[in-house]
């Protein structure tokens, strides 16, 4: 490779990609943006306050009216319920309307009752259980309002000590609960199953890891699929093999997005590895193209569920927004012919570098090309900031 | 509780538990032990020889005698091919009963041919796959001849980086295999399809995790099962859950006992964490009580895997076997009546000091008595020592 | 082994052992628990309230002074600072001498101002750096006031993304912070450096390790020493050897014990892996016997740290009160000669038989002698449950 | 920014760097190659053996030579004893200067004799003590007959099981031999001590983690160092940290590259997590450009350390150089004033987005240039796979 070889535009050229139609698959490309990720969020030993966070639903979608006007590329946003209850769903609906957004996956919340410290739909006392399939069917009715086709399910149940209860009961009562949920759901709507190895739980998870999940989407049938948050793995964990694995069985149905070192840390997506987020979408772009799975891989709800400890909310979704698209534009990148020739000959550092090479272009000006073309800032980050939004937050007391 | 509470007896006629059942359970119970554990292995830096190996299926054949001779629970021997290949199966399936013993699973071996440095039944060469199948095939001829039940499969195929090769064409390619191979296999023959994180390849495993080998198992239908082997998840997974999980659904063919600190370690079962160990028997023990999963229970196969890199293999051998004994007596101690109400009444400490209880329990006179009225002597490995058979092994030459 | 062989006094007659002294050393093992420890706590997710917790410091003595008359072996209570701050130190001392107990460690809080967003004493901000500090001195004199030694550090500062902080840097302020505490502080007391690997803070921690604790310990001077919270490590670590490094060189200075499956899950002490818990006691009786590292072994400040996010706090630190007596009981069990003969010899199988033999003995009934020779009852919790106080608590409002 | 002002030019000028000096610096950037990396390698399942294979130290050299010839930057190779034992160093140490190349670091082996299964130098044998400790004295003579400044020391001791060994103990004659090694050893020779995690011991090692090779090293003295592997951590540690820590100490000597997805992969340098090589690296380039850490980080011994399980050898060492150099040069692209002064404000994000600036840029260019003016082929890859030496090597038989 001669030194100007590398250029982005060349390399498309070279590997004979569509530059149209790149850009059309990074235009097309819809990331939701999560209504508490514009509020104050911490850890165990403190959340600390910033000013001017969104007190209501509605300041909250003006927040991601701003990301959606900066990047382009995020018109819903996800609710959670009880922290974004309204009285009248159809307000909010239009209230979103007016910024250009539109109310995305309803998000229960099985965690916060104090009712539910021993656990939620698996919880030892059958009203306890039973209050809390109520609040699901409840938010199945949300979504009917809101127009939402997801329901987020992150069912944070588990026990801390060994011996506190017992898993296959709970696996029952877990199974009974989301049936009972599926058959309030519309035809159209899915039921996102998400899946965490640990916390808020220290010795069992009900639905530890993506096999519980698959299995109980399984149990409950066509309208639910598995839910990926890239924070709920044990180190050493592959994902991009686990999102592979749930496509080729069509029951990928979504992302949270996010960044982790540790635990569920809930950092920016892609700024610990941007080399797995990369990964990621290369598995997701192959499926795209793939039509066995390109059924699967069209319905996927792309979320982001981060939690923005010490830094300005709006600009760090902005910042993850930006990452997303920069490892989903490089996914693009890949010369699949040539990995797929490379693959077939078991030519493993041939197949690696055409990996790597993808990731190593810099699509930041293509990004921004493509940005232009959409009538937007090619500079989304460097524009919020400068518009005066976060001074105008302050405002809000 | 009173001082002298806790002595077994008391505490088992405390908890109105039938001593002869229970001491019952424990005779009843069967260990398979691999004739590959009989000799040297080691770790990629260095296999440490020790004197007086088996050198020939025979000689394993008779080093397990003794631990079957000693322990009195160990009467199948788990065999590896093409390490145990013979000519005449009939005549070492005589040889095994003249000890007392009978062949038990058949390990097919798809990691040390040339042709499998890029997979076997998934590689990218059909002539490699071709051939891997076939060795397949051939282990369920062998089971065949030598009366074994169960195939058990661990399929060590994996790649080393990013792009090396399709997720979804190798799971296509294994699952092609699995059927292949079942169509092959005798009604009432089993497949184990066991699972890895990590190990011998370092990118990705193709069937990673329980999950995986669900799935595949689903895929060949009423014969495949999952095998766990202790040592094949990444730290911070919950074993004895994943188990709980696998015997409600039907699905847990069996174990590969052993032990780990930090990755498939294949140190003495019970030496690193046995509350773990006896965390999972209390699992199987329920399960065993259960008619909803009895079924299941009582198919599993027990069998040890490990790796002795540093200490003789007859004395590890008969340890491991004494802790899986100690782990499963200790089990069946646990007061299921007081532990069901604590759960139930969410008194998780209670609950917690239920299990634990059982586990504080020494056990090792029970299991002594047992040993007696089992009419070997109740201290096997002061025995086994005792016999002078390590000395003779030394004559092997 | 004959049956019978194990009961705990033969063993301890077999092996030589002196039961008087095992029983005086028993007795005279101190655990100091935490005020903190008897107040509400909880996860990221939520604080699950429970009722009659106490309200001020005076409060959580009384419930500490519960787990000291029911075990008798508690007698110290640590502080945090602000949560227990005082008008009148004198007066909590004297209220607390009034309930036999005595103020123990003073735990500063350099994580819960709003001004410590991005970090305590190695704050970007000079005027915060400063402000933490202060605190710290402030610590010491409080300590001076109630007659406590310890100075019980843990540095919770670190950052959440790369770039975000100068690790040097920080090193440096830390280091200025930690040495101009160490003058303020009188001769014979102590500063225990606690570490960390991760959270609250998920890229890095500015005390992230045994080895960092360790070198700032050697910066401040003889007053310094490590404390190791035995949840502060990453999976995959060997803490009895970290422990036995520590004493080796001098800087063992004091534990918070509780125990974890995942991350710092702050779990009852001995209740995930109560095996490593007696290894790490297997160290540290080793230590006092051994003239070499029997000073610092003697000054080590034992301590409780958990979070009882599910469980009733007073019964949850006797719990964990009763299991490091266990451990520790069992720690004292071990026959040191035959250990050391084996190990010399490089006889592994027998060397690990011996330690773990050990741990298999039952040492309740022990422990339940030794509680009536204390005048105790021989089982404290249930004497705790049966005594009111729990129902007591709630007229606390 | 706009759409080209991403170009590497382009953002060098506008950070005010000095082309000349970026590249005199990756000119000037040395890295070394293990004379073993060209050998066969595997698990400890199975070493596949690939045809050409080098047998002796000279052809290792000549593969090492090519390596060299491409990139320009290896002009040391690392040798490992006994493997590449000679009768006359002399003219092993001629042979690579004509080819170019110098004999760089030593490397003694204490794991592969019969011997030391229990240990080397620490071994409970005082005879196999003694052996390992002359092991470590002829070594220092080799690396005194080769002019080879570095031993580079893996003491890769470590136990199996609780009990086998004596920590203390064997801390104290780990401390003995590797002070008796050091009075061997000539002025202006280092040692470079090395730690790891686990493997090949699987309950403890004795230089487990930095901290201990850290005590070791001020224990030996001034010559004496530590060196990082970067896949001797446990998963969850960052590495950065520890470097930076270490430079700021004045204790860092040296790095064995490579990557891990898990445990000790020894995958080639940068193909798993190619962010967190950057991130060293930029902790690297600011030590050497700050006078307090410059002398320290100006002695470092980068080298590269992997096994090649499955890839041909020579391509994937190239493959590794060229990620460090492409590592090294994205670090000194960091835009160090504007860093310095988001991280003083506490602008969390626009410190990141200036690390993540330079990781994002493609520098494959810029070193294309700066090996068009070492007067090599720009794209090393290619023009070794164009020389058909890989073809020639078939020819060794």
């Known amino acids: 490779m001669s030194g100007d070889s590398l250029n982005w535009e060349r390399s498309l050229r070279e590997k004979g990609l569509d530059l149209r139609k790149v850009k059309g698959r990074v235009k097309g490309f819809r990331i939701e943006t999560p209504s508490w990720g514009y509020a104050d969020s911490g850890t165990r030993f403190k959340v600390f306050k910033q000013q001017g966070m969104p007190r209501t639903l509605e300041e909250k979608l003006e927040d991601a009216g701003q990301v959606h006007k900066f990047t382009g590329v995020c018109p819903t946003v996800a609710i959670h319920i009880p922290w974004d209850k309204c009285d009248d769903y159809g307000k909010a609906k239009a209230f979103a309307k007016d910024l250009g957004l539109a109310i995305g996956a309803v998000n229960p919340n099985v965690f916060q009752e104090p009712e539910y410290m021993l656990g939620s739909v698996v919880n030892p006392d059958a009203g306890v259980r039973r209050r809390a399939t109520e609040h699901l069917l409840e938010c199945a009715g949300i979504a009917r309002l809101t127009g939402s086709r997801d329901l987020s399910l992150w069912m944070s149940d588990g026990t801390n000590y060994p011996g506190q209860a017992d898993f296959r009961q709970r696996k029952a009562w877990m ?120 059924g699967c891989a069209g319905r996927i709800a792309y979320m982001i569920d981060q939690s923005h400890c010490i830094e300005p909310k709006i600009p760090a979704m902005i910042r ?78």
């Open 175 to 294: 199974e009974e609960s989301l049936i009972e949920l599926d058959k309030a759901m519309d035809d159209g709507m899915r039921m996102l199953i998400e899946y965490k190895t640990f916390e808020p739980s220290f010795y069992h998870t009900d639905i530890a890891d993506w096999g519980m999940a698959y299995v109980f989407a399984g149990k409950v049938g066509d309208k639910a699929e598995v839910l990926v948050d890239l924070g709920h793995h044990p180190l050493g964990s592959n994902i991009e093999h686990i999102v592979a694995f749930l496509l080729d069985e069509g029951k990928l149905g979504g992302f949270h997005f996010n960044n982790k070192k540790y635990a569920d840390d809930d950092l920016i997506v892609g700024s610990v590895n941007p080399y797995e987020l990369f990964l990621i979408f290369t598995e997701l772009v192959k499926a795209e193209d793939d039509p066995a799975t390109s």
């Open 320 to 397: 993850s927004v930006l990452n997303i698209q920069e490892a989903h534009a490089k996914a693009l990148l890949v010369d699949r012919g040539r990995l797929a020739e490379a693959q077939g000959k078991g030519d493993v550092l041939a197949a690696e570098a055409c990996v790597k090479d993808a990731f190593d272009t810099d699509v930041r000006p293509l990004l921004a090309e493509v940005r232009e073309e959409m009538g937007i800032d090619p500079d989304p980050m460097g524009a919020y900031l400068r518009s005066g939004y976060e001074k105008g937050k302050l405002a809000r007391g």
